[in-house]
């Protein structure tokens, strides 16, 4: 997980955070102070973040230690211990906001996922995530993806073609759509389109899609277009997809199904850092 974009990142945060100085911190522990904190779980999950809580402490001050006591991937439960710090007991409170908001909200990620992938397993189908990621986090949140056991869609704009509904409209149909993106796309270039109806996917297929993405279908809408598809193109099922309906959509036949939600509202876990004695 260590890269210099990290911790450019992790600098800025924590120049965010922390300004001209840690007021409390100051105000109440000699700068000499020492102390060993400890990372545990508060919750059932799946930890990921372990690395990027290093980097947090390592960034804000290289004479703590840090002692990971469990690896990204690995269940959690109440009381799993994490990590370990010690050196300055005024970096490890400085440092801790930072290094919490992190893990729990990228564990939340891993949870989610590991949950849903869990579901998706049995009938062969990739769960994979969207461009709904938070600004600053989107690297960090598809690492999460992966480490739950799901997989990453496009990382942006530029390394694939996604034609959605406005796409279609400004360019006058499928058929056109698809069209003007081969005669722009490099040989190495994926091309997927969004479609609403099976009329559309049937053009799709014609047009030589890619990826075909069934947007908000119903179950029996979905494997209708599954079959006409036929294995011609990889097929996509994305809206609104959940632990309640993901299953139906798994048994239509798709190949993948994307889920926004895996990024874009997924609940923290609960993790806290406590202090032991300061010397």
Same mark, same amino acid.
């Given at each position: 997980?260590?890269?210099?974009?990290?911790?450019?990142?992790?600098?800025?945060?924590?120049?965010?955070?922390?300004?001209?100085?840690?007021?409390?911190?100051?105000?109440?522990?000699?700068?000499?102070?020492?102390?060993?904190?400890?990372?545990?779980?508060? &919750?059932?999950?799946?930890?990921?973040?372990?690395?990027?809580?290093?980097?947090?402490?390592?960034?804000?001050?290289?004479?703590?230690?840090?002692?990971?006591?469990?690896? &990204?991937?690995?269940?959690? /439960?109440?009381?799993?211990?994490?990590?370990?710090?010690?050196?300055?007991?005024?970096?490890?409170?400085?440092?801790?906001?930072?290094?919490?908001?992190?893990?729990?909200?990228?564990?939340?990620?891993?949870?989610?996922?590991?949950?849903?992938?869990?579901?998706?397993?049995?009938?062969?189908?990739?769960?994979?995530?969207?461009?709904?990621?938070?600004?600053?986090?989107?690297?960090? /949140?598809?690492?999460?993806?992966?480490?739950?056991?799901?997989?990453?869609?496009?990382?942006?704009?530029?390394?694939?073609?996604?034609?959605?509904?406005?796409?279609?409209?400004?360019?006058?149909?499928?058929?056109?759509?698809?069209?003007?993106?081969?005669?722009?796309?490099?040989?190495?270039?994926?091309?997927?389109?969004?479609?609403?109806?099976?009329?559309?996917?049937?053009?799709?297929?014609?047009?030589?899609?890619?990826?075909?993405?069934?947007?908000?279908?119903?179950?029996?809408?979905?494997?209708?277009?599954?079959?006409?598809?036929?294995?011609?193109?990889?097929?996509?099922?994305?809206?609104?997809?959940?632990?309640?309906?993901?299953?139906?959509?798994?048994?239509?036949?798709? &190949?993948?199904?994307?889920?926004?939600?895996?990024?874009?509202?997924?609940?923290?876990? &609960?993790?806290?850092?406590?202090?032991?004695?300061?010397?």
């Amino acid at each position: 997980m260590y890269s210099r974009m990290l911790d450019k990142q992790l600098e800025e945060w924590l120049a965010e955070d922390v300004g001209s100085g840690d007021l409390t911190s100051e105000a109440l522990l000699p700068a000499e102070a020492v102390t060993c904190g400890i990372i545990h779980a508060k &919750d059932t999950g799946i930890l990921c973040g372990v690395e990027v809580a290093r980097r947090v402490f390592q960034v804000l001050d290289p004479g703590l230690t840090f002692e990971a006591l469990a690896r &990204d991937g690995e269940p959690l /439960e109440p009381g799993t211990l994490i990590a370990k710090i010690t050196g300055s007991a005024r970096s490890v409170l400085t440092g801790e906001r930072l290094a919490l908001n992190l893990l729990q909200h990228l564990s939340g990620i891993a949870t989610r996922t590991r949950k849903l992938a869990d579901l998706a397993r049995p009938y062969g189908t990739r769960v994979v995530d969207t461009r709904k990621t938070t600004p600053g986090l989107r690297l960090l /949140e598809k690492y999460a993806v992966r480490t739950g056991g799901g997989h990453n869609h496009r990382l942006g704009l530029y390394d694939a073609i996604l034609i959605k509904d406005n796409h279609i409209a400004v360019s006058g149909g499928v058929k056109e759509a698809l069209a003007r993106a081969k005669a722009y796309a490099s040989h190495m270039t994926k091309i997927e389109i969004e479609v609403e109806s099976l009329e559309q996917a049937r053009e799709a297929v014609e047009g030589g899609a890619d990826v075909i993405m069934l947007d908000n279908m119903a179950p029996d809408a979905m494997k209708e277009c599954v079959d006409m598809i036929s294995h011609r193109a990889v097929v996509e099922a994305s809206g609104g997809i959940d632990e309640h309906n993901l299953e139906a959509a798994a048994a239509a036949g798709v &190949d993948v199904i994307s889920i926004g939600a895996l990024t874009h509202s997924v609940k923290a876990l &609960d993790i806290s850092l406590d202090v032991g004695e300061i010397k």
